[in-house]
Every structure is written in C-alpha cells, then in structure tokens.
C-alpha cells in the first residue's frame, strides 16, 4: 500500500525508512519532494556542473542532463519507492529518463536523468524540488533486498559522465519535430472527438427512429 503523510512520518520515525537531511515540509499527502543536489552534467556542456555554486543547471533545447538528488534514501526491506518528475517541471517539457522504482533495502543518492523537449532552454535551480517519492509497504520484507551496483552511491559516477561525454542529446530539428508530431497527434484526436460529437447523436436519431417505424408497423398488424 501507499503510505499517507502521517504514515511516511512515522515510518521515518521508527527508522524503517529514512531521508536525509529530513524536512517535514517536503512531505506530501501520500509521497515526498525530493530535491536537486550539488552535481549535475549535461550533453551540451560534457562537463560536470557544480548546481550549488552556479545556483542552477540549465538544460538547452534537446539537451539531456544528470542531476544528483539531495536527499539521501534509504529503504528497509518492506518497503518500496516509486519516483516520478514534479508536474511543474513536465509541464515545462522535461521528460525524465530515471527508471520508476526504487527496490527494498536500497540506500543511496538517486540519480536523475531528464532531457528537455521544447525549443526553449529550462533551469532547474539547487534545492528545488524536482522529485516525487511514493512510499509502499510490502506485505512482508523481501527475501533479497537490494545490494546492486547503485547501492550506497552518494553521487555521480564515471558511468554517468560517460554517457555524458558520449551523448550529443537531441538537435533542434528533432525536438521541433518531435513538436509537430505530438501537435498533429492532438489535433488529429481534437478532430475525431469533433466528428464523434455530431455522429453519435445522428446513429442514435436513426435508431430511434427505425425503433419507431418498427413499433407503429406492429401495432398496425395487431389491430388488422
């Protein structure tokens, strides 16, 4: 199940899950904020940035980036995370690239990947909250908590500057692209929806209409 806020308050409480350091205020109803780190790198700059000197890590147009989360998370064995981008930043056109499950037993800094789809470029300011965190308990504690390659790791590696350094992102032509075609997709649906507003009410008058003739012929047999 889902924990609600008091339910993630006292799972932090009793020490089965934590996330440090802890402010109660990045508590939500059912989920935590999580917040950007200290490091981040992008493909247009292939270089690692330090977020919290600059104040702020700015993405180009097609470019993907990672950022190291501020939060330290750590699971105990019954329980599971789920993580997605903050809808203030989706809603910006960032699509977030970082797998959505966090396993039982892990204990780390999360890694965000994010690539910006619009032809503008966005900044993702140090400490803003960025991250959404679903906690579940399980109905029993896993068997074989997590122990991978991430386990205990407290920011960004030599894996994720490589992708960095080898990545190009996406070119503009390609984002614009990837524009038009979302914006065909709606406009195609808007005009499906459009066309189902009046077909529908038109087979349903036809029906009842071929109910009706049915009926009266009916009634027309019977009295004969």
């Given at each position: 199940?889902?924990?609600?806020?008091?339910?993630?308050?006292?799972a932090?409480?009793?020490g089965d899950?934590s996330?440090?350091?802890?402010?109660?205020?990045q508590?939500?109803?059912?989920s935590?904020?999580?917040?950007?780190?200290?490091?981040?790198?992008?493909?247009?700059?292939?270089?690692?940035?330090?977020?919290?000197?600059?104040?702020?890590?700015?993405?180009e147009?097609?470019?993907?980036?990672?950022?190291?989360?501020?939060?330290?998370?750590?699971?105990g064995?019954?329980?599971?995370?789920?993580?997605?981008?903050?809808?203030?930043?989706?809603?910006?056109?960032?699509?977030?690239?970082?797998?959505?499950?966090?396993?039982?037993?892990?204990?780390?800094?999360?890694?965000?990947?994010v690539?910006?789809?619009t032809?503008?470029?966005v900044?993702?300011?140090?400490?803003?909250?960025?991250?959404?965190?679903?906690?579940h308990?399980?109905?029993?504690p896993?068997q074989?908590?997590?122990?991978?390659?991430?386990?205990?790791?407290?920011?960004?590696?030599?894996?994720?500057?490589?992708?960095?350094?080898?990545?190009?992102?996406?070119?503009?032509?390609e984002?614009?692209?990837?524009?038009?075609?979302?914006?065909?997709?709606?406009?195609?649906?808007?005009?499906q929806?459009?066309?189902?507003?009046?077909?529908?009410?038109?087979?349903?008058?036809?029906?009842?209409?071929?109910?009706?003739?049915?009926m009266?012929?009916?009634?027309?047999?019977?009295?004969?």
């Amino acid at each position: 199940m889902i924990l609600t806020d008091r339910q993630i308050r006292a799972a932090i409480d009793a020490g089965d899950i934590s996330v440090e350091p802890f402010d109660a205020r990045q508590i939500q109803p059912a989920s935590i904020d999580l917040r950007v780190g200290e490091e981040g790198a992008t493909t247009k700059s292939k270089k690692l940035t330090s977020i919290k000197d600059h104040a702020f890590i700015v993405l180009e147009p097609g470019d993907f980036g990672v950022i190291s989360i501020y939060e330290e998370v750590r699971l105990g064995p019954q329980y599971a995370g789920r993580i997605g981008l903050r809808s203030k930043y989706a809603r910006k056109g960032l699509l977030a690239t970082t797998g959505p499950q966090i396993d039982p037993g892990y204990h780390g800094r999360l890694t965000l990947g994010v690539t910006n789809l619009t032809p503008h470029p966005v900044s993702i300011p140090y400490k803003d909250d960025v991250l959404t965190l679903e906690i579940h308990r399980l109905e029993e504690p896993s068997q074989n908590p997590y122990s991978g390659p991430y386990q205990k790791k407290l920011g960004l590696g030599p894996e994720d500057l490589e992708v960095i350094a080898e990545g190009d992102g996406m070119a503009f032509s390609e984002v614009l692209t990837t524009l038009r075609s979302l914006t065909s997709n709606v406009a195609d649906l808007t005009s499906q929806m459009k066309t189902m507003q009046w077909v529908i009410p038109t087979v349903l008058a036809i029906g009842l209409a071929v109910i009706s003739v049915i009926m009266t012929v009916f009634v027309v047999l019977n009295v004969t």
